[in-house]
């Protein structure tokens, strides 16, 4: 859908604000002794923590104030219907695995989305305190030395690339196997990065990031910042993937087409 450049800067500003909210709370229990996680699978184990609540709440009430009428999805709260056309889509904690770890990988996504999937995008990484945001001609990173223009690598191929993803078992056994095929071939894989990964891609550091499984929460603020970093984000068939699934990030064409060519093949056996 059409935003007016208005609407644009509104919406820039408010997912600053989403971001403000949530850093406070997030690292108020960070590297907290004695922090507690409960398991939402009972057949595995993904932890959630009063932080991953507290933070979406806390984003929530944001948004009540200044956008009530868009919808929302989050991860711990699920979807609030709006009017508008327009769906924030929130992760308070990108990789709790992590977080409850003490690695400073995990991060707060927030993205505005239509439904095509997302507008605008934000990776907050609240304790080294960098910022990465993407959409409406925006592709910048704040943080630490100050802020600096995202943008991705140049092609290189495949053989001189680094790739990335969160977990070694990438999904099912056929998932890993294509995952495996395409590692087996790049110079250096590297694993545990959650959001982080993607951040990294948009800053021009590494040149793959593939994961599946994915909720829609886990990818649209990733494919916003990669997009306006200049990178391509499709699902293993080349095809959109904001609605979750398996995602392959690139840095350009070139290592994207290269990456693609394998994992069709190989998930394809």
């Known amino acids: 859908m059409a935003v007016s450049k208005t609407t644009q800067t509104e919406l820039i500003k408010v997912a600053h604000a989403l971001a403000d909210a949530a850093r406070p709370v997030t690292l108020a229990y960070f590297r907290a002794s004695g922090l507690a996680a409960d398991n939402k699978d009972a057949a595995g184990f993904d932890p959630v923590t009063i932080a991953d609540r507290d933070a979406e709440k806390a984003m929530r009430e944001v948004l009540a104030k200044t956008r009530p009428d868009d919808a929302i999805l989050g991860e711990e709260f699920g979807h609030q219907s709006g009017s508008t056309g327009l769906t924030w889509v929130l992760d308070p ?7 409850i770890s003490g690695t ?3 991060g707060v996504l927030i993205s505005v989305a239509d439904a095509d999937g997302p507008l605008f995008g934000l990776i907050d990484q609240p304790y080294i305190g960098e910022r990465f945001v993407g959409g409406f001609g925006v592709a910048e990173v704040d ?11 140049p092609p290189r191929t495949l053989a001189k690339a680094t790739v990335l993803t969160t977990f070694p078992e ?8 294509a995952f495996e095929a395409v590692a087996s071939q ?10 982080y990964g993607y951040a990294l891609l948009a800053a021009g550091q590494v040149d793959l990031v ?3 499984g994915l909720n829609a929460y886990d990818i649209q603020a990733p494919i916003a ?7 391509i984000v499709t699902n293993w068939e080349g095809g959109p993937v904001h609605n979750g699934g398996r995602a392959l990030a690139a840095a350009n064409e070139a290592i994207h087409a290269e990456a693609l060519a394998i994992l069709r093949e190989v998930s394809h056996d």
């Open 104 to 106: 400073p990988t995990w």
């Open 186 to 195: 790049a110079q250096l894989t590297r694993y545990g990065m959650d959001c």
């Open 225 to 231: 910042v990669v997009q306006a970093a200049g990178g």
């Open 93 to 99: 904690i990108d990789g709790t695995r992590g977080y």
């Open 170 to 177: 990438v999904g099912t056994p056929q998932d890993r196997a």
């Open 210 to 212: 593939i994961e599946a």
């Open 143 to 153: 943080g630490p030395t100050g802020r600096t223009a995202l943008s991705c690598r």
